[in-house]
DNA sequence: GTGGTCTAGACCACG
DNA sequence: GTGGTCTAGACCACT
């Protein structure tokens, strides 16, 4: 389901909301489409419910998805969310790539960092 | 001095690396130059004197400045700190492209963003 | 015919409930005009009949509907049905009024927002 | 401490949120004051860490206080997440109030109930 | 000692 | 069965 790395560091459920979060922008994940119970995913997992539902609140937060109680998650129907997320993304990243500039690296060189993503 | 946010998230030491590192890389502390005493940064910033050693260290230990003992900090003049410097700058810039990806921005925005710094 | 957000936090038969006394006290929905049955309601919803039932028969306690076995729901004439709304309105009005003096509005400022609806 | 009622009907770190934010909309807690530790204001209401911690960490996302790791927590000394506050109270004030009025509640009567918080 | 994260459960309202 | 809330604890990094 959602592959995580239980010893990597970064928190458990920010990773999940990371790979949900990138799930939904490549469209793997659908419009309106039912997220799996926080139960299962927490068992598929090995992980506590908790954590799992921790990241599915920041989610529905970020509003990248929906909670229906008693229902179900659903990946949000409006693209409000992602574009917000978006665009801090872009905001970050430029600051990093002006920082990288001042240190005297080349833009070709991160062009080339990039590209090797 | 060096201005940090101690509501920051990261550490504070970690925060004084990056800053110092920033002020380096940009000039604004030329080599040779003289770093202000621990005690006296510790002071200014409100924070514990073992945070800003602790920094210093990791500093030196990156070769970006050097200790005399007794004497003080000084901006290192070899190159081997600059080396250190981009090194980092290249890790954040990466990790933040990463970041980007995952949101759904594609490369070719990222490439652009990069051409109008 | 009642559109209802199924994402909404609050449960679906409440929303049912305030939307269609809202219809009733702007006047869309006349004095013994039939209201549409549970079923038909359920289906076009989306939602489970005992869900909409619920709705109906919490109106009706309210004396804002009265059913008729075998035959339907209609909305009541008598005027014991507009108290039960307007004491409903005002509850959830002086609910979020305490909430904005919460939040530090000053209850001059509330009066003012009023006379300018 | 910050009194609550652990048996009202809302959820207790909602009270909480709430409670912290009067406080600090009508100036009891003052810019950069100190808020009680998380185990603290646990112990003393009876209530679990973790609860108390949802709460912290709500106001945290919303601007009104800022947490230092190891540290405490802190009231915000930006106004920001207070004023983006007071606007959402007051857009759900109006809204509730325009519906008092098609409700044909008089806007003396909402006055009244203004008045009577 | 502090905030942040997490486990292993439990109960509730709702559909 | 579902999400939402909560308890009673634990470990960690950091000051």
Redesign the interface.
Known sequence: MFSISIRGGSPVYEQLV?RI??L???GALQKDEKLPPVREVAKQLGVNPNTVQKAYQLLE?QGLI????A?GS?VSSSDEG?EA??RS??I??????????????K?E???L???S?
Chains 1, 2, 3, 4 share one sequence.
């Open positions: 990371k979060t990138e939904i922008s490549i937060h929906y909670s229906v109680p229902k659903y992602l997320l978006q993304a872009l970050s990243f430029t600051q990093s790539a002006k920082n990288a500039v001042a240190c005297g690296i833009k060189t991160l062009v960092a990039l590209n993503i």
